[in-house]
């Protein structure tokens, strides 16, 4: 498996989704709770860590990448193998790549036991 090259120019991407992510800065720190079963985990492509951050920089928003905090830690059963934790700017982002996420909760900060995978530690 070979980690996908995104070959966007910035003007090619509908910036829809980009036109609000300078609001994005000020949302507040809720993190979204997704889930990603056995199979999502296979694809390289579903890993924020590696999709996201080409991503930005194929479409020439890496000025964003501090206001994108993502967490992660091993799920509990084959339907929920990976939970991310994504607070809003990443989510949008995930989106906006094209991806669906299976939110299957919220709270106000990453549990103890997540790692940062992708982007800025959580602050207060």
Sequence with gaps: MYPQVYSAKPGNVNNFGFHTL???????????????DAVEVQDIQNAPAISMGAFLKAVGKM?????????????????????LYMNGAALRVWRIMGMHPRQIGSQHRPPHSAVLAFGMPFTE
């Design 63 to 83: 000025s964003i990448f501090p206001a994108i905090s993502i967490y992660t830690r091993d799920g509990y059963d084959r339907k929920h193998t990976r939970l």
């Design 22 to 36: 300078p609001k994005l800065f000020s949302e507040s720190q809720v993190y979204t709770i997704v889930a990603q």
